[in-house]
């Protein structure tokens, strides 16, 4: 089979492409991508595609602006569109203070999603191949990664799609020898200050000499990485879908059984809805810690872990907002705690923890749910206790004792706790219709016991 057929059968295997899709080709001018270019030409027929070509001059060299050029030449001998970019990276990270190589493939990325958008195209092909793969896992290993930082390079994801990653770099040069494709030479390639460059001239010699496919090891390796990726991602995503309580500013859970899937929930947590790949040392950091009652580690900017006993919590570093709401009958939702409050006629036994039962004519109203305050007590039959020893005592979670909504009167005196305890009856004795309030679900999980109840008329 050759080059063209193998291409054809792994854009269909992979599904990299439908029919009438169009297809932004990003193309530098190096002999990686204008083989890409002109192997997708002559497939883009077979495949029913279109292409057009997006080419971004970075400003880094000199004979930028002819490679650009040059680019837009040839593009136009096969008959495909092309939209030509600028981006002085240089500038950029003189104003950024980044990584030239970062601020470039940032940008580069950036140019190619424009492109896709404007011409209306589905598909982003990239050049990347089997050397490039071996490349990135040797570049996350010796930066320090986890068995799922080997999941890259996936023939496809999102929209971006690469192509050519079943071929090695010497098949591809081979086609473009044979094919007589232009192509110009980057220097900077050659330059071995650059990882990467350091990575392709320097150790993959020497890995070769262990074992001259070890560019096919690379790609089974993470063929099946990617496999065990995917599968954890369903589990992790369940997990938190049955065990994660997400709030405004934080996301609660209880502590599952296995530390590898905390790892993946905090990770998955704070890259998806904190903006950042958290650091492996500032979650081990926090795991080492888990023989204290609470423990809590900042990772990066105000965004933190916190244990304390059996919760976890993850989430940014906020001054929790005082709350005062009055009190009326109907279900209340505060803080995750979902609360249920009625009138009846009859005195009911209740759970003094998840419920409570008042006398209405000797209570102080009007009554209303506010936060912890600093020095708050609570009347209890053995006298009077501070609310946070008692909620020490249940072992409510740090970062959740100033958000539970504490019942108190019109004097502000603490009638009930949900989830910890109610205040003490000769405080509020009497006769007379009762005030039932019902905590039906706290952030932890929904609470078994509990009554309900219709309002009588």
């Given at each position: 089979m050759?080059?063209?057929?193998?291409l054809f059968d792994f854009m269909k295997k992979e599904d990299l492409v439908s029919s009438g899709d169009k297809v932004v080709v990003a193309v530098s001018g190096g002999i990686d991508s204008m083989s890409l270019l002109f192997a997708l030409n002559r497939v883009a027929s077979l495949l029913r595609i279109?292409?057009?070509?997006?080419?971004?001059?970075?400003?880094?060299?000199?004979?930028?602006?002819?490679e650009a050029e040059f680019v837009r030449n040839f593009s136009k001998s096969l008959g495909i569109p092309v939209t030509l970019g600028r981006r002085n990276i240089p500038d950029i990270c003189k104003k950024t203070k980044g990584n030239l190589e970062e601020v470039a493939r940032?940008?580069?990325?950036?140019?190619?999603e424009e492109v896709c958008k404007k011409v209306n195209a589905r598909r982003i092909a990239l050049a990347h191949h089997k050397n490039d793969l071996l490349e990135t896992v040797i570049h996350r290993v010796i930066?320090?990664?986890?068995?799922?930082?080997?999941?890259?390079?996936?023939?496809?994801?999102?929209?971006f799609i690469r192509p050519f990653l079943i071929f090695t770099r010497e098949e591809i040069e081979e086609y473009a020898r044979k094919n007589e494709i232009p192509y110009v030479e980057d220097k900077s390639n050659y330059d071995v200050k650059y990882t990467r460059n350091f990575i392709r001239h320097k150790i993959v010699p020497l890995l070769k000499n262990l074992n001259p496919s070890v560019e096919e090891s690379a790609y089974r390796l993470v063929r099946i990485t990617n496999l065990l990726e995917d599968f954890l991602n369903k589990e992790i995503?369940?997990?938190m879908r049955k065990n994660v309580h997400e709030e405004e500013d934080i996301f609660?859970?209880?502590?599952?059984?296995?530390?590898?899937?905390?790892?993946?929930?905090?990770?998955?947590?704070?890259?998806?809805?904190?903006?950042?790949?958290?650091?492996?040392?500032?979650?081990?950091?926090?795991?080492?810690?888990?023989?204290?009652?609470?423990?809590r580690v900042n990772?990066?900017?105000?965004?933190?872990?916190?244990?304390?006993?059996?919760?976890?919590?993850?989430?940014?570093?906020?001054?929790?907002?005082?709350?005062?709401?009055?009190?009326?009958?109907?279900?209340?939702?505060?803080?995750g705690f979902k609360m249920r409050v009625i009138i009846s006629e009859e005195r009911r036994n209740v759970d003094r923890k998840i419920s409570a039962i008042f006398n209405l004519k000797d209570l102080n109203e009007p009554l209303f749910f506010r936060n912890r305050k600093d020095g708050d007590k609570i009347f209890l039959e053995k006298g009077f206790v501070k609310v946070k020893d008692l909620m020490i005592e249940e072992r409510i979670p740090t970062f959740y004792r100033r958000r539970v909504p504490i019942l108190v009167d019109s004097k502000d005196r603490v009638l009930w706790i949900p989830g910890v305890c109610q205040a003490h009856t000769k405080m509020v004795g009497g006769k007379g219709g009762y005030l039932i309030l019902e905590l039906i679900r706290w952030p932890f999980g929904y609470l078994k016991g509990g009554f309900s109840f219709e309002r009588k008329t």
């Open positions: 050759d080059f063209e057929e193998r279109s292409l057009h070509v997006a080419h971004l001059d970075h400003m880094i060299r000199p004979e930028s602006s002819e940032k940008e580069r990325y950036a140019f190619l930066r320090g990664t986890g068995p799922l930082g080997l999941s890259c390079m996936r023939p496809s994801r999102g929209i995503e369940l997990f609660v859970m209880r502590r599952p059984e296995s530390t590898f899937v905390l790892l993946e929930v905090m990770r998955k947590i704070v890259h998806e809805f904190f903006g950042k790949i958290p650091e492996f040392e500032k979650l081990w950091e926090f795991l080492e810690g888990f023989d204290k009652p609470s423990h990772i990066f900017g105000n965004v933190f872990l916190e244990k304390s006993y059996d919760m976890i919590a993850v989430g940014r570093t906020l001054n929790v907002k005082n709350f005062r709401e009055r009190l009326k009958e109907g279900f209340y939702n505060v803080n």
